[in-house]
Each structure stands twice: as C-alpha cells, then as structure tokens.
C-alpha cells in the first residue's frame, strides 16, 4: 500500500515536471468582470433591504435638534425650540419601536434556522417567550 502511495506521488511530480511553465514576460489575460468563486456571492445569501423611505429617524431627530437650537435664537419664538423638542422625543420613540419590531433572522446556508410560527396560537406562544 505504501508504495502504490509512493509511486502516484513520483507519478504526479513527473507530471507536474513535465509541464513547461508559461514565460514570465507573457502577458496574462486578466478578465476583471469574473470574480473568483470564492468572491461571488451566493445565490441564497439574504439580500439587505433597500429602504425608500424618504424620512428616517435618524433624520427625524436631526431635524429635531436644528430646530431646538433655532428655537433657542431670539429671531425664533419659544415654541419652536419646544416642536424641537418633542420631534426629538418622537424620533427616539420611533427609533426604539423599529428595533424592537424588526429582528433579523438567521441564515444558515441560505436557510432559515428559526421559521416564524404558522398558527395563531403559535404566533401568540412566540411572542410570549421574547
């Protein structure tokens, strides 16, 4: 058994020997739109969302602070750096429900590994154990 091993490998050498390498001044085909397999990405990998919304919370909050900071100007009256304020507070609210509402589910090989439940019951027992 050790020299059927052996003999392959000297076979496989004699082989590789055999080959004459390309010359190094050729040039090489580079072909830039082909990715490597090990670069492309899966077909069952989870694609992100992309979000048209036109107002994030983030925004919202952002907002929020300018007009704060106006507010507090004497060219703009008090009431404003209080609307400021409180789209500050709505931004922050918003911010907290979307993370709570939006949990990413695992993928594991372009599957799943946790379905949503199917039944009422089960939806309710799930959402009680979270």
Do not use: C
């Not at 091993?5 to 000297?10: D, F, H």
């Not at 090990?38 to 969302?49: E, L, V």
């Not at 709570?100 to 946790?114: A, F, K, L």
């Amino acid at each position: 058994m050790k020299e059927r091993y052996e003999q392959e490998i000297e076979q496989l050498l004699n082989e590789l020997e055999a080959e004459s390498p390309p010359p190094a001044n050729a040039p090489q085909p580079q072909d830039d739109s082909a990715l490597p397999l090990d670069d492309q990405q899966s077909p069952y990998a989870p694609r992100p969302k992309e979000s048209m919304r036109l107002v994030s919370p983030g925004k919202l909050a952002l907002g929020g602070v300018v007009l704060a900071v106006l507010g507090l100007l004497p060219l703009f009256p008090v009431w404003t750096s209080l609307a400021g304020l409180a789209i500050m507070v709505v931004a922050v609210v918003w911010m907290f429900i979307q993370r709570m509402g939006s949990q990413q589910p695992s993928y594991w090989r372009g599957r799943r590994v946790d379905e949503p439940p199917q039944g009422a019951w089960q939806r309710f027992r799930h959402w009680l154990s979270k």
